[in-house]
């Protein structure tokens, strides 16, 4: 039986059994007919609105022909779709969730005391900071750099997302790439500065700001949705959408605009350091 959700792994869920589906070339309705469900049941499904039970997901996952560790991974999704928050070992785990949270959002604000949001981060600054992660080879390390490019088309698109960036000066000053890769970096922040739908704030190194200081995170909103908390860690991330922390997160969006630098003068120091 189906039980509201909204949650990160049922959204996940959604976009695992959506991109499943359309892998086989079968449409909505075709999969509805198969598992004796109505067209806007598995709509719901699909976006998380609605969790399939664990039985359900193993219907479907029959008649779309996923198995395996496939299957394994998608089921363990839906065992656990209910809880509210969502800790992942290996970054990736979470990046079709990620990407569909981003696709389907309003806005988006990035806190990144020591890097250049993903977003905004050339190709080059990617492969670099990607092999630095811990990429097992130069290939993993393009791969993963071409998805996150891949990602950017939510800001240049038919309807571009709203980008609230606020940068750490410390990842301007002491970047962890070569000087020749920073500087297109920096010249790729300065122009992305001037689109309508992107703001971009530096947080000075002599104001220090405790909502920056545990690490970079994302507070992603929605028009018709609960926001999300997305983290990052070294090899972790973690979605979060309590309501009580969510708000905490809020609050701290707030205590950062007040600290960074105005867009203007945040214009002018990254001209500067280029």
């Not at 039986?1 to 049922?10: C, G, I, K, L, V």
């Not at 920056?212 to 028009?223: M, N, Q, V």
Request: proline content about 5%.
């Amino acid at each position: 039986m189906a039980s509201s959700a909204d949650t990160p792994r049922a959204r996940a869920l959604g976009v695992e059994l959506w991109q499943a589906r359309r892998a086989t070339g079968m449409t909505s309705r075709d999969l509805a007919e198969l598992v004796g469900r109505s067209n806007s049941h598995v709509s719901r499904w699909e976006n998380g609105k609605l969790t399939p039970s664990e039985a359900d997901t193993a219907t479907i996952l029959a008649v779309l022909g996923v198995t395996g560790t496939e299957r394994d991974r998608i089921l363990e999704l839906a065992r656990d779709a209910l809880e509210p928050n969502w800790v992942a070992p290996g970054t990736d785990k979470q990046l079709a969730a990620l990407t569909e949270y981003e696709r389907t959002s309003t806005q988006i604000i990035n806190v990144e005391p020591l890097m250049i949001p993903g977003l905004l981060q050339t190709y080059d600054y990617a492969r670099h900071i990607i092999a630095e992660f811990g990429a097992s080879s130069r290939s993993e390390a393009e791969q993963r750099a071409q998805q996150r490019i891949g990602r950017q088309h939510v800001l240049t698109g038919q309807h571009p997302k709203r980008l609230h960036a606020i940068i750490g000066e410390a990842g301007l000053r002491y970047p962890a790439c070569p000087p020749d890769l920073m500087r297109e970096q920096l010249h790729e922040l300065t122009w992305a500065g001037q689109r309508d739908n992107v703001e971009i704030q530096v947080l000075p190194l002599d104001r220090p700001c405790g909502p920056a200081l545990s690490g970079s995170w994302a507070l992603i909103e929605f028009a018709q949705a609960k926001p999300v908390v997305q983290l990052e860690h070294f090899d972790t991330s973690t979605t979060i959408t309590d309501v009580k922390a969510v708000k905490t997160y809020r609050a701290a969006v707030e205590t950062l605009r007040k600290t960074a630098l105005s867009p203007a003068d945040s214009a002018d120091l990254i001209a500067a350091l280029s």
